[in-house]
């Protein structure tokens, strides 16, 4: 697949302003029991969950998966990763945690945050 730069900015940029504008929802279910772990191992709120969203940058991008959901096969979901510093819950260290960041961008420009967790397997980053 071929991927421009600017391509990613433009859509980062969609995804920054539906952020800013509260248009978004962070999924937190029982399907999504990575992004709840994430909430539960290190000290973090939707505040500090949205400033990192906000510092993403085209270089953070990593690919584009098909949704493989039945029913929403035509979207594009977009994978990013980040290396952010978060005190631990549970304990005094700052740790350096590597983000796993799965955006889908709805036709009406409100984003669903499908992932928000530990990175399970490092990333390979397009741009780098």
């Known amino acids: 697949m071929n991927i421009d730069q600017k391509d990613i900015e433009q859509y980062l940029s969609e995804v920054k302003d539906a952020v800013e504008k509260d248009n978004y929802r962070l999924d937190r279910n029982a399907r999504r029991q990575g992004n709840l772990q994430l909430f539960l191992d290190y000290v973090i709120d939707e505040a500090k969950a949205k400033e ?30 980040k290396d952010v510093v978060l005190l631990e819950r ?32 490092p990333l390979t980053y397009y741009f780098k």
């Open 52 to 81: 990192i969203i906000l510092s993403l940058t085209a270089m953070d991008f990593s690919e584009i998966l098909q949704n493989e959901h039945k029913g929403y096969e035509y979207e594009q979901l977009y994978v990013f990763g």
């Open 90 to 121: 549970t304990g005094t260290e700052k740790k350096t945690v590597s983000l796993y960041i799965k955006f889908n961008k709805l036709e009406n420009c409100f984003v669903i945050v499908i992932s928000f967790h530990e990175q399970k397997y």
